[in-house]
């Protein structure tokens, strides 16, 4: 049990929200966090407690972000619709039409669509990396060009961990001349006041959350997903056997690595949802076909690689409402991220959500269904 002292606050009828993120502290080794809700353009829950930093002892505070890992996926899923919404980007053309030195070895039919569905066949990359090379972007980009597909595109699936990021970042780059968290800050998270960046700013590193590594053993099942989730062995994923958090590396943080490396709030990442289904300062950022494309299900059913089936359905570039991951229902798109993350939206109810922490948890984590399920519970079911 613990007697942390949860802050923020929580509108009338959303008080089993604040019961849950109470309990996980109590009782689910909860050590800092944060969760958010948006209803219709406002926001109905802030809260967050615990501590930032075990080390110092820094207090979680309403400003505090943390690295959201796979919450990231989101993000760039979220700037892909916004060019394909201003005529720039069709997901059904060849990824060659942006980026020409992609079609090598076999990949020059692959549609942009497969990118973000996880079905292009690429989630590792033969070459071995060092740290240095997977932060300057261009060797990874030189890499993926040369790499030969580990199965016939489009006819099935495994999560690509990291180079999901790269694959749609160097087409956003391609069409915007900017690398993908430079036009993200440009063109989303400055206009919605968001503490959220992919490649964060020297100026905000003493304020991000310290990651505790998750409890038990997470080998990856077959060396592809170990070498899929560590870049060729340019960092340990999710931690090294001492319980190092290679995302705690202030390096890292600062690079744009577009699959994993977001570092956000959890207000932030609910009210880029909520901006996403609904009018928050200004008309909604994704219309009404952008999200009925964004939650067909593309992908589903067992990987190539990785662990079994556990019923996770993807859309283009969103993991959606699934059985692992239940959100508020069928119209729910958004992502988690590796340790307990979870952010999405809804348009049937105009809900902007994320929750986010810094204790990793393990294959049993419930925290994020428990708190989703609240917000579902609060709203009628």
């Excluded at 994704?286 to 690689?305: E, F, N, P």
């Amino acid at each position: 049990m613990t007697d942390t002292q949860i802050h923020g606050h929580v509108d009338d009828g959303f008080g089993p929200v604040a019961d849950v993120f109470r309990d996980n502290f109590a009782h689910r080794r909860e050590v800092g966090a944060a969760v958010a809700v948006y209803l219709r353009g406002r926001k109905v829950v802030d809260l967050y407690g615990g501590t930032a930093d075990p080390r110092s002892g820094r207090p979680w505070t309403a400003q505090t972000p943390t690295v959201v890992f796979s919450c990231t996926k989101g993000i760039m899923a979220i700037c892909a619709y916004l060019l394909v919404q201003q005529g720039r980007l069709d997901l059904a053309a060849p990824v060659t039409r942006y980026w020409p030195e992609f079609g090598q070895n076999g990949k020059a039919e692959i549609p942009v669509r497969w990118l973000l569905t996880h079905q292009s066949g690429l989630p590792a990359l033969d070459k071995p990396f060092t740290r240095e090379e997977v932060l300057a972007w261009e060797p990874v980009i030189q890499a993926i060009e040369a790499q030969a597909p580990l199965w016939k595109p489009g006819t099935a699936h495994s999560y690509h961990p990291i180079t999901f990021g790269w694959l749609i970042g160097e087409v956003i780059r391609r069409i915007t001349g900017e690398l993908p968290g430079t036009w993200f800050a440009r063109y989303l998270a400055e206009p919605l006041g968001l503490r959220t960046w992919i490649g964060l700013p020297a100026a905000e590193r003493d304020t991000v959350a310290w990651m505790l590594a998750p409890p038990g053993d997470f080998a990856a099942p077959d060396p592809v997903s170990d070498r899929a989730a560590t870049m060729g062995g340019a960092f340990p994923f999710p931690a090294d056997p001492e319980g190092w958090v290679s995302f705690n590396d202030p390096a890292i943080q600062a690079a744009q690595i577009p699959g994993a490396g977001a570092v956000s709030t959890a207000e932030s990442l609910a009210r880029l949802y909520a901006a996403c289904v609904g009018e928050l300062d200004g008309p909604r950022l994704l219309t009404t076909a952008s999200i009925d494309d964004a939650i067909t299900v593309r992908a589903a059913g067992q990987q190539v690689y990785g662990y079994p089936d556990a019923g996770h359905r993807w859309g283009t570039g969103f993991l959606l409402h699934s059985p692992p991951r239940p959100m508020l229902g069928e119209r729910s798109f958004g992502h988690d991220g590796a340790g307990g993350h979870l952010a999405f939206g809804d348009d049937t109810h105009q809900v902007g959500f994320a929750y986010v922490v810094n204790q990793m948890g393990d294959g049993e984590d419930e925290r994020a269904n428990l708190l989703s399920a609240a917000v579902r519970d609060c709203l009628g079911g």
